[in-house]
């Protein structure tokens, strides 16, 4: 399993520190923050006290090219661009970034970021969709237009077969998997005979728009 290092341990980082540990993974902690290194120390491989963004510090810690890297440092911009643009130099390959808005987001893809993510509007994003279309009970975006979305069956949805649905016909959507939430069996490409039942979570593909109408 490849390692992880994670830069900035605010309440995003130091979760995300605390969770690949706990799930196996090898994560490298840093902050120049000595108390909350302290606090990591038990849920990492190993806690650093530094200031990442200088780059004789980055290769004295032994960064490699295959590790990602994940900076959170909030709104420093100043910080972000700078420790991405080292990384880039030292040819690290997965470099993942928080930032706070979409300026921050298109400035640091410039600089060499892998992936940047903006929390706080995915979540809102997700709290929306919630509100909006509450059988949908998570969904992941895969292109502009097509997303995969976890849907709670409707009433008048169950007892029914995917064929009796017509969901492709009716409303463009694929049901690409079916999880059971009691056995927590999953089920891949359902057969068209496949019966749905009130304990079963579909798992299709289509348009935002489309998916919305099976509320």
Do not use: W
């Not at 004789?56 to 910080?79: K, N, R």
């Not at 643009?85 to 808005?101: G, S």
């Not at 060499?112 to 997700?126: F, H, L, R």
């Amino acid at each position: 399993m490849k390692r992880v290092v994670v830069v900035g341990l605010g309440i995003f980082g130091f979760n995300i520190v605390k969770d690949l540990f706990e799930n196996g993974f090898e994560v490298i902690a840093i902050d120049k923050n000595k108390d909350v290194i302290n606090r990591i120390r038990d849920f990492s491989t190993k806690a650093i006290l530094a200031d990442a963004t200088d780059k004789e510090l980055l290769e004295m810690i032994g960064i490699q090219p295959d590790d990602t890297v994940i900076v959170s440092f909030g709104e420093d911009l100043a910080a972000s661009t700078l420790l991405t643009l080292h990384l880039k130099e030292m040819q690290v390959k997965n470099i993942i970034v928080k930032a706070p808005n979409d300026d921050h987001k298109r400035i640091l893809e410039k600089v060499g970021a892998s992936e940047v993510i903006i929390p706080e509007k995915q979540m809102a994003a997700k709290v929306a969709k919630g509100l909006i279309s509450p059988n949908v009970l998570d969904f992941l975006p895969v292109s502009e237009d097509f997303t995969i979305c976890e849907v709670a069956p409707p009433a008048g949805f169950l007892g029914k077969t995917i064929a009796d649905l017509r969901l492709r016909g009716k409303y463009h959507i694929e049901v690409i998997a079916i999880r059971d939430v009691l056995s927590d069996k999953v089920q891949l490409v359902p057969r068209a005979d496949f019966v749905i039942k009130d304990s079963d979570i579909l798992i299709v593909i289509g348009r935002e728009q489309d998916i919305q109408e099976i509320r």
